[in-house]
């Protein structure tokens, strides 16, 4: 498998949310019940910015509780701020290092973070206290995948199926593994049996085709392709797959009606649009492209490609002062860039209009 395919192999996302473990006072204090208690319900009313106030003034009672740490982390996970999460859950488990959720909790919070190393650590250290707790070996699966050591995630994934054989992320995630090492044949091996465990999942039908292409079976890719568009017609990622795969082996036709697709599910997709663009634009579909490119100028005005490449479109139509406007927006936005090389470029193109 070459380069061009490695961005449209996914593993799956941290998406398994953290567990609340109530936070309760280990010694009488009323005004530490009082906060605890408020924390609490701010978390049942999912008023998360609150739990985060109340379970913070308690800590600050409390600093060796590590029940109100782990629920500071949770708020904070809540909330997307994941950094301060992974504080919280580093305190938890310093206090409590025999606690496999908080372990698992603290890696979530680096994971998001993109701290993959200390993510793996603490996803090790879950695991290593419930060596059979499919979610813990996922999540280490995962902060494998994300930190692209793609070997280490093939065995990671490979020791959730051995726990549970169907689990979807693993399976897709297995192959998405060896597609990453090039090691196609061996996810070509595996493929029939994903297949009989997922027999309507596009994804992996995407997978699949990326595995055929890499080993030379064009016509069997382009199959794949096919069925995962018939399996997943409303499925936005896998339907944008499917276009980027069709533009980058040349099949414009074929990309420009996988991105029309993916822009009826997301209209404000600014990856959508574009591939819709320069794949109308390759295949010098140009009123197409002229149409994508002004709908990706009002979801990116402030992107000067957009408006050359708009001005370009106009201009493979022939619609001379339509394509100039937009080249001299292009170069105005390169001048606010302080794009030099960008503004001489339309200086370029705007003199070969007008020498035309």
């Known amino acids: 498998m070459g380069n061009r395919f490695s961005r449209w ?10 567990q609340l473990v109530i936070p309760t006072a280990l010694r009488a204090n009323p005004q530490l019940d009082t906060l605890l208690k408020q924390g609490n319900e701010a978390v049942q009313s999912q008023n998360f910015a609150d739990a985060v106030q109340r379970y913070g003034d308690a800590a600050r009672l ?22 301060e999460a992974a504080i919280a859950y580093q305190r938890a488990v310093q206090l409590e290092n025999d606690n496999a959720q908080f372990y698992y909790a603290l890696g979530f919070s680096l994971g998001n973070s993109s701290d993959y190393t200390n993510a793996i650590n603490a996803y090790r250290r879950a ?13 280490l699966a995962t902060v494998f995948f994300r930190g692209e050591r793609y070997s280490e995630a093939h065995s990671a994934y490979q020791r959730v199926l051995q726990l549970n054989p169907n689990n979807a992320d693993a399976i897709r995630n297995s192959i998405a593994s060896l597609l990453q090492l090039r090691r196609n044949r061996d996810a070509a091996d595996l493929l029939d049996n994903a297949f009989r465990a997922l027999p309507t999942d596009g994804d992996l039908r995407v997978q699949a085709a990326i595995t055929w292409f890499g080993l ?9 392709l096919e069925e995962a568009r018939r399996l997943a017609p409303r499925d936005f990622k896998v339907q944008l797959k499917i276009g980027q795969i069709y533009e980058n082996q040349g099949v414009y036709a074929e990309a420009i009606n996988a991105y029309q697709r993916a822009t009826e599910l997301d209209a404000q997709s600014t990856a959508a649009m574009s591939g819709l663009a320069s794949a109308a634009f390759k295949d010098q579909d140009y009123l197409i492209a002229i149409i994508a490119y002004r709908q990706l100028s009002e979801l ?6 957009v408006f050359e490449n708009l001005g370009l479109s106009f201009q493979g ?19 606010l860039q302080n794009n030099k090389q960008g503004e001489r470029k339309i200086d370029a193109l705007l003199a070969a209009i007008e020498d035309s």
């Open 216 to 224: 030379g079976d064009k016509a069997k890719a382009i199959a794949f």
């Open 127 to 139: 695991v290593e206290l419930e060596p059979d707790n499919i979610k813990y070996n996922l999540g």
């Open 9 to 18: 192999i996914f593993g799956f996302g941290l998406a398994i949310a953290t």
């Open 62 to 83: 409390d600093n060796d509780n590590a029940r109100i740490y782990a629920g500071l982390g949770y708020a904070h996970a809540q909330l997307g701020n994941f950094q």
């Open 317 to 335: 139509r022939s619609r001379t002062s339509e394509a100039i406007e937009a080249l001299e927006t292009a170069k105005k936005l390169y001048r």
């Open 300 to 305: 990116a005005p402030n992107d000067p490609q």
